[in-house]
């Protein structure tokens, strides 16, 4: 069974940093986008970063303090996070198109909190 994990969240102080990491698992044939969402209370689920084909892609409010890369080998997508502002607070799901001997669609993580402090 394919699942993604979301690790690295947690509470920063507004201009701190935070790494988050995603790690896919289960019997993966390949694996093709990989991105970032996240969702505050009350608002819809927004896409923060996505990467395909080695070309990242950035929703404006983070362009510049956001960055997102892939690490193939581990099956992880990684979201270094720096000049956190309280606007940043939300929980970040992980997603990816993942092939595996059956099937191909789109996973998502379960979530992991980021919460930054003013």
């Known amino acids: 069974q394919v699942q993604l994990v979301e690790s690295g969240g947690g509470l920063v102080q507004a201009g701190g940093s935070l790494r988050l990491s995603c790690a896919a698992s289960?019997?993966?044939?390949?694996?093709?986008?990989m991105g970032w969402y996240r969702q505050a209370p009350g608002k819809e689920r927004e896409l923060v970063a996505a990467i395909n084909d080695g070309r990242p892609n950035y929703a404006d409010s983070v362009k510049g303090r956001f960055t997102i890369s892939r690490d193939n080998a581990k099956n992880t997508v990684y979201l270094q996070m720096n000049s956190l502002k309280p606007g940043d607070t939300a929980v970040y799901y992980c997603?990816?198109?993942?092939?595996?001997?059956?099937?191909?669609?789109?996973?998502w993580g379960q979530g992991t909190q980021v919460t930054v402090s003013s």
């Open positions: 997603n990816a198109f993942i092939r595996t001997g059956s099937s191909n669609r789109l996973y």
């Open positions: 289960g019997s993966i044939f390949s694996i093709n986008a």
